[in-house]
């Protein structure tokens, strides 16, 4: 019988197809009966226990639970952990962390790509290029103290690779300021009272009290300075310290001597005898009791010396406003050091008028002041300073009216005085931390502000200091290998040249000659990776002994840079004005003469060396002006300009690019 789907099947399909499925219904029909149940059914039995394999232990999968459970707590702890830091300690253990992370892949990467042709990158200046970025984004990210560390290393950065020159020059920009809550917190905690209670002022307009900005007019890496105008009119300026400094401090420094054992260890450089002494001068510069103390005592000892007085003025402190986070001093206005047009124009005030509130000149002229009422504000971003443009005329494009001679030779002046007259060095004198007045007599006065960071110099030390620089004006070697040997340096002329930061041609050269002795590399690459080796063994030999290295070094070295690098600028900043190395000799060989500490024959003896070494000054003025006419006519730099050539091409031989253009812009 066919069925009705073959039936089905035939009216649609062809002769050929419809055979086809007959059979295979065929074969399907006979496979069914052949496959029918024959046998007589039988109940399943199951089989005896006894006759079972024995059983197989379940999967616990106790590997994947123990590292599940580790994984588990490793993240509640790292959690808790990172609550506690950021709550407690603000985030100093993260900060820490992140810089043994980068401090380690740095030293990694230049241990395995320090090389004439690198493994893991394209080249050296590549290499610089990422170890560069990644240390800016560590000490830009980290903040505080860091931001302080990132600073010196960009003072050094002249004889960094440019690669670091480029990146670090960003490092004195302002840093973020916190919010008034944070400076509030501050405040309270160290004079147990409000800040209206602390300076007299008021934030809900009351008439009788003074007033006080909530927005930071200046913010760096440690503190921030508000404006405020107190109730018996004075106008301070307020600084206050950071809230996180204080907790982030202790780890910061035990960060930055591990990193530097490290670096010091695997990279064979005699750096870590160092770190006690800059970390004790960083820990001070968070303490504003110290820091007016050493306001108070220079501002003592400009008063105390008439060459100075007149020309250099520290600003006041309210001792009864100062704690160990805040100092309160009087504010100042000013032009900043790097402002040449404002402080050349032609002066737009009246005639035997300081500029606002120098010695005695008003802030505000009559009828510009801001009203009482309009200064009392509760609005928090508001600026309510009044602005203090009048001296600029009626145009707004005038001046100060100064010659950057004068105000360039005040400056080498001061720090000179410093140096070798005082042994008091302020340690950190760049172009934000001086200020520019005009006094009612038409001179130039400077202004020094942010005396956080001194080093002091004891009187054998200066004396030596003074009677090295006195040497080093007068091709003395003898007495310059004499002085070298017993701060254990072992070459004299290579750290000569570093002090002057000009090349000193009065040594015989020796290491110079035998870094530069058996190069064989011939491409740029090669050499400077053959001079970086042979320099690091160089500096080796240098300090044959480091624990006698006196430490002071370190920030006054510091000091010279930075006053060099105001002068130099890039030539259209202030063009070499002044004779800096003549100014700077004169100071060390007077100090010998007129130091209170010397007895009367030291001072015998020492003066007839100065009237020769007066003398011997002359050649240094012949070269200088020499150079300033040639920067008259436009077919030369300045003397600056020419000490930097010359130490370029130096440094070139040396495998460095020298670039002392940190505050260009």
């Given at each position: 019988m066919?069925?009705?789907?073959?039936?089905?099947?035939?009216r649609?399909?062809?002769?050929?197809?419809?055979?086809?499925?007959?059979?295979?219904?065929?074969?399907?029909?006979?496979?069914?009966?052949?496959s029918?149940?024959?046998?007589?059914?039988?109940p399943?039995?199951?089989?005896?226990?006894?006759?079972l394999?024995?059983a197989?232990?379940?999967r616990?999968?106790?590997?994947?639970?123990?590292?599940?459970?580790?994984?588990?707590?490793?993240?509640?702890g790292?959690?808790v952990?990172?609550?506690?830091?950021?709550?407690?300690?603000?985030?100093?253990?993260?900060?820490?962390?992140?810089?043994?992370?980068?401090?380690?892949?740095?030293?990694?990467?230049?241990?395995?790509?320090?090389?004439?042709?690198?493994?893991?990158?394209?080249?050296?200046?590549a290499?610089?290029?990422?170890?560069?970025e990644?240390?800016?984004?560590?000490?830009r990210t980290?903040?505080?103290?860091?931001?302080?560390?990132?600073?010196?290393?960009?003072?050094?950065?002249?004889?960094?690779?440019?690669?670091?020159q480029?990146?670090?020059?960003?490092?004195?920009?302002d840093?973020?300021?916190?919010?008034w809550?944070?400076?509030e917190?501050v405040?309270?905690?160290?004079?147990?009272?409000?800040?209206?209670?602390?300076?007299?002022?008021?934030?809900?307009?009351?008439?009788?009290m003074?007033?006080?900005?909530?927005?930071?007019?200046?913010?760096?890496?440690?503190?921030?300075?508000?404006?405020a105008?107190?109730?018996?009119?004075r106008e301070?300026?307020?600084?206050?310290?950071?809230?996180?400094?204080?907790?982030?401090?202790?780890?910061?420094?035990?960060?930055?001597?591990?990193?530097?054992?490290?670096?010091?260890?695997?990279?064979?450089?005699?750096?870590?005898s160092?770190v006690?002494?800059i970390?004790?001068?960083?820990l001070?510069?968070?303490?504003?009791?110290?820091?007016?103390?050493?306001?108070e005592?220079?501002a003592?000892?400009v008063a105390?010396?008439?060459?100075?007085?007149d020309?250099?003025?520290?600003p006041k402190?309210?001792?009864?406003l100062c704690?160990k986070?805040?100092?309160?001093?009087?504010?100042?206005?000013?032009?900043?050091?790097w402002?040449k047009?404002?402080?050349?124009?032609?002066?737009?005030?009246?005639?035997?008028?300081?500029?606002?509130?120098?010695?005695?000149?008003?802030?505000?002229l009559?009828?510009q002041?801001?009203?009482?009422?309009?200064l009392?504000?509760?609005?928090?971003q508001?600026?309510l300073?009044?602005?203090?443009?009048?001296?600029?005329?009626?145009?707004?494009?005038?001046?100060?009216?100064?010659?950057?001679?004068e105000?360039?030779?005040?400056?080498?002046?001061?720090?000179?005085?410093?140096?070798?007259?005082?042994g008091?060095?302020?340690?950190?004198?760049?172009?934000?931390n001086?200020?520019?007045r005009?006094?009612?007599?038409?001179?130039?006065?400077?202004?020094?502000?942010?005396?956080?960071?001194?080093?002091h110099?004891?009187?054998?030390f200066?004396?030596?200091?003074?009677?090295?620089w006195?040497?080093l004006?007068?091709?003395?070697?003898?007495?310059?290998?004499?002085?070298?040997?017993?701060?254990?340096?072992?070459?004299?002329?290579i750290?000569?040249?570093?002090?002057?930061?000009?090349?000193?041609?009065?040594?015989?050269?020796?290491?110079?000659?035998?870094?530069?002795?058996?190069?064989?590399?011939?491409?740029?690459?090669?050499r400077?990776?053959?001079?970086?080796?042979?320099m690091?063994k160089?500096?080796?030999?240098?300090l044959?002994?480091?624990?006698?290295?006196?430490q002071?070094?370190?920030?006054?070295?510091?000091?010279l840079r930075i006053?060099?690098?105001?002068?130099?600028?890039?030539?259209?900043?202030?063009?070499?004005?002044?004779?800096?190395?003549?100014?700077?000799?004169?100071?060390?060989s007077?100090s010998?003469?007129?130091?209170?500490?010397l007895?009367?024959?030291e001072?015998?003896?020492?003066?007839?060396?100065?009237l020769?070494?007066?003398?011997?000054?002359?050649?240094?003025?012949?070269?200088?002006?020499?150079?300033?006419?040639?920067?008259?006519?436009?077919?030369?730099?300045?003397?600056?300009?020419?000490?930097?050539?010359?130490?370029?091409?130096?440094?070139k031989?040396?495998?460095?690019?020298?670039?002392?253009?940190?505050?260009?812009?």
């Amino acid at each position: 019988m066919v069925s009705p789907l073959t039936c089905l099947c035939a009216r649609h399909f062809s002769r050929l197809e419809y055979t086809s499925l007959l059979r295979l219904s065929r074969t399907v029909s006979t496979t069914s009966r052949s496959s029918i149940q024959t046998q007589q059914f039988q109940p399943f039995t199951p089989p005896a226990p006894n006759s079972l394999p024995k059983a197989a232990p379940p999967r616990t999968y106790r590997r994947i639970r123990k590292w599940t459970r580790r994984f588990v707590y490793l993240a509640l702890g790292t959690g808790v952990v990172y609550g506690l830091d950021r709550q407690f300690y603000a985030s100093a253990i993260t900060r820490s962390a992140r810089t043994f992370r980068v401090g380690l892949i740095t030293a990694l990467d230049y241990k395995i790509n320090f090389r004439p042709n690198p493994l893991f990158v394209e080249s050296l200046p590549a290499l610089h290029r990422r170890s560069a970025e990644r240390l800016f984004e560590l000490l830009r990210t980290n903040g505080g103290l860091y931001l302080k560390i990132g600073q010196a290393i960009a003072m050094q950065s002249a004889i960094l690779p440019p690669e670091f020159q480029k990146m670090f020059a960003k490092m004195f920009d302002d840093a973020p300021q916190n919010n008034w809550e944070d400076v509030e917190k501050v405040i309270r905690q160290d004079f147990g009272k409000s800040p209206e209670e602390v300076f007299g002022i008021s934030f809900s307009g009351d008439p009788n009290m003074g007033v006080m900005e909530r927005t930071a007019r200046a913010s760096a890496s440690v503190a921030q300075v508000h404006w405020a105008r107190l109730k018996d009119g004075r106008e301070v300026a307020v600084k206050i310290q950071k809230k996180e400094i204080e907790q982030q401090v202790g780890w910061d420094l035990w960060t930055f001597k591990v990193v530097t054992w490290i670096y010091s260890y695997w990279f064979d450089l005699p750096l870590y005898s160092l770190v006690p002494f800059i970390s004790q001068r960083l820990l001070l510069e968070t303490d504003f009791i110290n820091e007016a103390d050493n306001s108070e005592r220079m501002a003592g000892l400009v008063a105390g010396e008439s060459r100075l007085r007149d020309r250099v003025y520290i600003p006041k402190v309210d001792r009864e406003l100062c704690s160990k986070r805040v100092m309160t001093a009087e504010w100042i206005e000013g032009v900043r050091l790097w402002d040449k047009e404002s402080l050349t124009r032609d002066w737009g005030g009246k005639r035997r008028q300081g500029s606002p509130g120098c010695h005695g000149a008003p802030f505000d002229l009559p009828g510009q002041e801001k009203t009482h009422q309009t200064l009392h504000s509760t609005t928090i971003q508001e600026k309510l300073k009044p602005d203090r443009s009048w001296w600029k005329g009626e145009d707004g494009k005038g001046g100060l009216g100064l010659s950057l001679k004068e105000v360039m030779t005040t400056m080498v002046d001061l720090f000179s005085a410093q140096m070798f007259l005082w042994g008091w060095v302020h340690c950190d004198p760049h172009p934000g931390n001086i200020f520019i007045r005009r006094l009612p007599s038409g001179r130039s006065e400077l202004v020094l502000i942010d005396h956080g960071l001194y080093v002091h110099m004891n009187p054998d030390f200066r004396h030596q200091y003074s009677l090295f620089w006195k040497s080093l004006m007068t091709f003395d070697n003898k007495t310059l290998g004499e002085i070298v040997q017993s701060w254990g340096i072992n070459n004299a002329d290579i750290f000569a040249s570093a002090t002057l930061m000009r090349p000193y041609t009065g040594g015989d050269n020796t290491t110079s000659g035998e870094i530069k002795k058996g190069l064989s590399a011939k491409d740029q690459s090669g050499r400077a990776y053959e001079m970086q080796q042979k320099m690091r063994k160089g500096i080796r030999t240098m300090l044959s002994d480091e624990k006698k290295w006196p430490q002071e070094l370190i920030f006054i070295g510091r000091n010279l840079r930075i006053v060099q690098s105001v002068l130099k600028g890039n030539n259209a900043f202030l063009g070499s004005p002044v004779n800096r190395i003549k100014i700077t000799g004169n100071w060390a060989s007077r100090s010998l003469v007129e130091s209170p500490d010397l007895s009367f024959r030291e001072k015998i003896k020492n003066f007839g060396n100065h009237l020769v070494f007066k003398l011997v000054l002359f050649s240094s003025d012949v070269v200088f002006y020499t150079s300033k006419i040639r920067q008259f006519f436009g077919v030369g730099g300045g003397m600056e300009d020419d000490i930097e050539a010359q130490m370029k091409h130096i440094g070139k031989d040396f495998g460095i690019e020298l670039n002392h253009g940190v505050f260009d812009g």
